[in-house]
């Protein structure tokens, strides 16, 4: 048991009694706990299994290479649209922990065997995000501007794409591409 751990469960107010108990099931599993991310997280020989997070309908156990996992219970969960390797866990109350307790030992095993076995998930390229019209009508009249973004790196052009599409009206989605048209041409990403 890693202290970091244990100082993180001491401030929990929502819920503690499920972490507690998810943490029982994973500590007698052969993992290392540790706190990354500000969030418990076991891992084997250095590589991220699995982490435990809260939200405010669920806490969840998040599995980094959930995408690879056989779900032959169906438990598991994509985060959201974008979501490409993570799969969650979820739950509601401790109750449900220590019921579903051999299924969870499960599907961490297979996510140990995943990490052992080298497997990798293969991640859309940046290319194959669909460009929003607001923003491709910009590029298409302003040559600096596709050159400055084709220059950018895959990660940051990939932020840019899924901000852009985030927004559900045409009206943001222009708004979004505008206030950041000035970046793009600095060559700096979103978050830069």
Same mark, same amino acid.
């Not at 559900?168 to 989605?173: D, G, N, P, V, Y």
């Given at each position: 048991?890693?202290?970091?751990?244990?100082?993180?469960l001491?401030?929990?107010k #929502?819920?503690?009694?499920?972490? +507690?108990?998810?943490? !029982? &099931?994973?500590? %007698?599993?052969?993992?290392?706990?540790?706190? @990354?991310?500000?969030?418990?997280?076991?891992?084997?020989?250095?590589?991220?299994?699995v982490?435990?997070h809260?939200?405010?309908?669920?806490?969840?156990?998040?599995?980094?290479?959930?995408?690879?996992?056989?779900?032959?219970?169906?438990?598991?969960?994509?985060?959201?649209?974008?979501?490409?390797?993570?799969?969650?866990?979820?739950?509601?109350?401790?109750?449900?922990?220590?019921?579903?307790?051999? #299924?969870?030992?499960?599907?961490? +095993?297979?996510?140990? !065997? &995943?990490?052992? %076995?080298?497997?990798?998930?293969?991640?859309? @390229?940046?290319?194959e995000?669909?460009?929003?019209?607001?923003?491709?009508?910009?590029?298409?009249?302003?040559?600096?501007?596709?050159?400055?973004?084709?220059?950018?790196?895959?990660g940051?052009?990939?932020?840019?794409?899924l901000?852009?599409?985030?927004?559900?009206?045409?009206?943001?989605?222009?708004?979004?591409?505008?206030?950041?048209?000035?970046?793009?041409?600095?060559?700096?990403?979103?978050?830069?």
């Amino acid at each position: 048991m890693n202290p970091k751990v244990d100082a993180f469960l001491a401030r929990t107010k #929502t819920w503690r009694d499920e972490f +507690e108990a998810l943490r !029982a &099931v994973l500590g %007698a599993l052969p993992l290392e706990e540790a706190l @990354k991310w500000g969030r418990p997280c076991w891992t084997r020989n250095g590589k991220n299994i699995v982490l435990m997070h809260g939200f405010k309908e669920y806490c969840a156990l998040l599995f980094f290479k959930g995408a690879l996992l056989p779900d032959p219970e169906n438990m598991l969960v994509t985060l959201t649209d974008t979501a490409q390797a993570q799969r969650q866990i979820r739950f509601t109350e401790a109750a449900q922990v220590h019921v579903l307790r051999e #299924t969870i030992v499960a599907y961490v +095993e297979r996510a140990i !065997a &995943v990490e052992e %076995a080298g497997l990798k998930v293969a991640f859309r @390229k940046v290319e194959e995000y669909p460009i929003p019209e607001e923003f491709q009508v910009r590029l298409d009249a302003d040559s600096a501007l596709a050159e400055a973004f084709g220059g950018l790196t895959p990660g940051r052009r990939k932020a840019y794409l899924l901000h852009f599409a985030g927004a559900k009206q045409s009206a943001t989605r222009a708004a979004r591409v505008e206030k950041n048209l000035s970046r793009i041409l600095e060559g700096k990403g979103l978050l830069d």
